[in-house]
């Protein structure tokens, strides 16, 4: 397969990729390079071929911008924090064009697609996730079925002169994150030939998004001391640690890998409620009753990559790493205070991560002069949407979620 084999993290088993998310029940697999850590000259992800799970790559770009926030670190009483910005910047030649780092992971989970001539994926999104996968699969004409509940579909918007007539946007009515999850799972079993993206599963969506650190390890000369993002589901932290700990196994990189710092919504924080046991296990008790009302609905999901060996439960473990959950008011103060300092909207995880950030300094789990990585998960869609003319793609299909499949398998034919 080229420059990587796959391993089973649970058996160690080695084998080789057909576009394969399973191999061993309650198990991760990794993607094995054979070569060391060499930038290319290529931009974003591509920079750092090698360690992408792909023969080749593609025109499609996504990436990291690394930069230190000087004046935002002084703010909060820091004097080493960095910035990884994902989205729509164009001073800072930011590189994720649909606002979110969920960018990363679409432009090479398309290529290991066709790599392996996939018919077309599926995939089900709260929304910045499918932006994204339309945004590139519209651009690479290649066929795509985005399956979102209803309050997130006004966010497949793409820019008004890309064609999508490659993508289909199904909509569960009254329906929630956990349901297009269900129904896209369904349908991929009467698809032949088509494939799931595969979230946290997937090689290339934690390769690529995991190639943020890469970037950040290149701009500040060393690997953060700690990382801190807001987390819903789980690839971005495995797939950090996952670099990571390649630069330390490669003899790259000889000190130790950051430590991670996952932030979630008071109401909805099943990683946190599990890690702050330090149960490897999800509880029913971990998860709320009802359904309720967040501030950061990207970060929700019933069910996280945590338990999973080689999941969050694992990178935390191995990392020494913390978790929080930030209220509201005190998300909005941070976001304020971040884009008022550096010029820049910024999505509701970005503005959480802040928060734990300040939370952490308070309570002394971080000190002054640590090297800081906060990920800017997702930025610069206000600006974007001033200063592009995007649409928000018409639903092909509404219904509910009983109905959808035999809908869908109907309408193709």
Same mark, same amino acid.
């Given at each position: 397969?080229?420059?990587? /084999?796959?391993?089973? *993290?649970?058996?160690?088993?080695?084998?080789?990729?057909?576009?394969?998310?399973?191999?061993?029940?309650?198990?991760?697999?990794?993607?094995?390079? #054979?070569?060391?850590?060499?930038?290319?000259?290529?931009?974003?992800?591509?920079?750092?071929?090698?360690?992408?799970? /792909?023969?080749?790559?593609?025109?499609?770009?996504?990436?990291?911008?690394?930069?230190?926030?000087?004046?935002?670190?002084?703010? *909060?009483?820091?004097?080493?924090?960095?910035?990884?910005?994902?989205?729509?910047?164009?001073?800072?030649?930011?590189?994720?064009? /649909?606002? +979110?780092?969920?960018?990363?992971?679409?432009?090479?989970?398309?290529?290991?697609?066709?790599?392996? +001539?996939?018919?077309?994926?599926?995939?089900?999104?709260?929304?910045? /996730?499918?932006? @994204?996968?339309?945004?590139?699969?519209? &651009?690479?004409?290649?066929?795509?079925?985005?399956?979102?509940?209803?309050?997130?579909?006004?966010?497949?918007?793409?820019?008004?002169?890309? #064609?999508?007539?490659?993508?289909?946007?199904?909509?569960?009515?009254?329906?929630?994150?956990?349901?297009?999850?269900?129904?896209?799972?369904?349908?991929?079993?009467?698809?032949?030939?088509?494939?799931?993206?595969?979230?946290?599963? #997937?090689? @290339?969506?934690?390769?690529?998004?995991?190639?943020?650190?890469?970037?950040?390890?290149?701009?500040?000369?060393?690997?953060?001391?700690?990382?801190?993002?807001?987390?819903?589901?789980?690839?971005?932290? *495995?797939?950090?640690?996952?670099?990571?700990?390649?630069?330390?196994?490669?003899?790259?990189?000889?000190?130790?890998?950051?430590?991670?710092?996952?932030?979630?919504?008071?109401?909805?924080?099943?990683?946190?409620?599990?890690?702050?046991?330090?149960?490897?296990?999800?509880?029913?008790?971990?998860?709320? *009753?009802?359904?309720?009302?967040?501030?950061?609905?990207?970060?929700?999901?019933?069910?996280?990559?945590?338990?999973?060996?080689?999941?969050?439960?694992?990178?935390?473990?191995?990392?020494?790493?913390?978790?929080?959950?930030?209220?509201?008011?005190?998300?909005?103060?941070?976001?304020?205070?971040?884009?008022?300092?550096?010029?820049?909207?910024?999505?509701?995880?970005?503005?959480?991560? &802040?928060? +734990?950030?300040?939370?952490?300094?308070? #309570?002394?789990?971080?000190?002054?002069?640590?090297?800081?990585?906060?990920?800017?998960?997702?930025?610069?869609?206000?600006?974007?949407?001033?200063?592009?003319?995007?649409?928000?793609?018409?639903?092909?299909?509404?219904?509910?979620?009983?109905?959808?499949?035999?809908?869908?398998?109907?309408?193709?034919?």
């Amino acid at each position: 397969m080229g420059n990587y /084999t796959l391993k089973c *993290i649970k058996t160690n088993e080695r084998f080789d990729d057909d576009y394969t998310l399973h191999y061993t029940d309650g198990s991760l697999i990794q993607a094995e390079y #054979n070569k060391a850590f060499q930038p290319t000259e290529e931009l974003g992800i591509w920079r750092y071929f090698d360690w992408m799970p /792909t023969k080749k790559t593609s025109s499609q770009i996504a990436g990291t911008v690394t930069y230190k926030a000087e004046k935002l670190g002084k703010l *909060i009483g820091l004097s080493n924090l960095w910035i990884g910005f994902h989205g729509y910047w164009p001073e800072k030649n930011a590189i994720c064009p /649909t606002g +979110s780092f969920k960018d990363m992971e679409a432009v090479p989970t398309i290529q290991r697609m066709k790599d392996h +001539s996939c018919k077309g994926m599926i995939c089900a999104s709260a929304g910045n /996730t499918a932006r @994204a996968f339309t945004h590139y699969c519209s &651009l690479d004409n290649f066929p795509l079925i985005v399956i979102v509940c209803e309050k997130h579909a006004h966010r497949i918007w793409i820019d008004n002169t890309i #064609n999508t007539d490659c993508v289909k946007v199904v909509v569960v009515k009254d329906g929630t994150y956990q349901d297009a999850k269900d129904v896209a799972k369904e349908l991929s079993k009467g698809l032949p030939g088509w494939q799931l993206e595969g979230g946290a599963h #997937n090689i @290339a969506r934690r390769d690529g998004i995991g190639s943020l650190i890469l970037n950040s390890y290149e701009a500040i000369g060393k690997l953060p001391d700690h990382y801190f993002q807001a987390v819903g589901g789980g690839p971005g932290p *495995i797939g950090v640690y996952e670099m990571m700990k390649r630069l330390v196994d490669s003899g790259h990189y000889s000190d130790k890998v950051a430590k991670l710092h996952l932030s979630q919504n008071p109401e909805h924080c099943p990683i946190h409620n599990a890690w702050q046991r330090k149960s490897r296990q999800l509880s029913e008790v971990d998860f709320p *009753i009802d359904n309720p009302e967040v501030y950061s609905d990207y970060l929700l999901s019933e069910t996280p990559a945590y338990s999973v060996t080689g999941g969050v439960y694992d990178v935390l473990r191995a990392t020494g790493g913390e978790t929080y959950v930030v209220e509201e008011n005190k998300a909005i103060a941070a976001g304020i205070i971040f884009e008022e300092t550096e010029k820049i909207d910024v999505l509701s995880p970005a503005k959480v991560a &802040l928060a +734990s950030i300040i939370d952490a300094k308070e #309570n002394g789990k971080i000190d002054c002069d640590d090297c800081i990585l906060l990920n800017v998960s997702g930025g610069g869609v206000q600006r974007l949407k001033q200063e592009k003319e995007t649409k928000i793609l018409n639903p092909w299909i509404i219904d509910g979620k009983d109905k959808l499949v035999s809908r869908i398998l109907q309408k193709l034919g």
